[in-house]
């Protein structure tokens, strides 16, 4: 996690994750993400891997939505500072 805040100072891109439930549920933990892209499918899988473990909560204020061509809705949220 030390090194993952070093590469947040430094300047150039961004650093993205794609659907790694354990990493980004870490990196929430250890307050390391500053936005959080949701792709909602309209598909009912009745199981999978959870995103947020139970019992863990973390606060976020919604930024913006869009629905792609496919119904695919990607709403934006930014954690709430503590």
């Known amino acids: 996690m030390i090194a993952l805040r070093t ?3 430094q300047d150039g891109k961004n650093l993205v994750i794609y659907g790694h439930g354990l990493l980004s549920q ?3 933990q250890h ?5 959080l ?3 909602i499918h309209p ?3 009745g199981a999978g891997l959870r ?3 139970e019992g863990i909560s973390h606060r976020l204020t919604f930024v913006t939505s869009r629905t792609l061509g496919t119904d ?3 709403a934006t949220y930014q ?3 503590a």
């Open 79 to 81: 954690p709430v500072p």
């Open 51 to 53: 995103l947020f473990r």
């Open 37 to 39: 892209k949701l792709r």
């Open 43 to 45: 598909l009912f899988v």
């Open 31 to 35: 307050r390391l993400v500053s936005e």
């Open 26 to 28: 870490a990196l929430l």
């Open 7 to 9: 590469l947040q100072q």
């Open 72 to 74: 695919v809705i990607v």
